[in-house]
C-alpha cells in the first residue's frame, strides 16, 4: 500500500496530503511499543487517540523536565515546534490520529 511507513513500533498510514498538511494515523502493534522521543522544528502536531491507552511524555524546554500523562481514547491535544515528545503504548494495541502541517521536518532525538 502506498503511504504506508513500517516503524519499529508499528505504522504509518499517510491518508491525505497535500502541500499544505499530512494526516497519518499511527498504528502501534503492541504493548510498550514507542516512538522514541522526537520533535518538530517547524510545524504543530495535532493528536486524537482514535483507540487505546498511552504515555505521552513532552519535555519543558523551559525548565528541562519531563512531563509524562497517561492518555486515552477520545483524547486530543496540539504539540507545539520544538517541543520534545514520545508515545508509548500501554495496551495490546492503538492507533492515533496525527495531523501537521506538510513539512520534512521531524528530529529523532533517541529513547
Not at 487505546?52 to 491535544?77: D, H
Request: with cysteine; proline share 3%; net charge negative.
Amino acid at each position: 500500500m502506498d503511504g504506508v511507513i513500517e516503524r519499529s513500533w508499528g505504522q504509518e498510514i499517510i491518508w491525505a496530503e497535500n502541500e499544505n498538511y499530512v494526516s497519518k494515523y499511527l498504528l502501534f502493534n503492541g504493548e510498550q511499543s514507542s516512538t522514541g522521543l522526537r520533535m518538530y522544528s517547524k510545524s504543530t502536531k495535532s493528536i486524537f487517540v482514535n483507540e487505546g491507552l498511552f504515555n505521552l511524555v513532552t519535555v519543558n524546554t523551559e525548565t528541562g523536565m519531563k512531563e509524562s500523562k497517561e492518555v486515552k481514547t477520545g483524547f486530543a491535544t496540539q504539540i507545539p515546534p520544538l517541543t520534545p515528545f514520545s508515545l508509548l503504548c500501554l495496551g495490546k494495541a492503538g492507533n492515533i490520529l496525527e495531523v501537521s502541517e506538510n513539512f520534512e521536518d521531524e528530529l529523532f532525538l533517541g529513547k
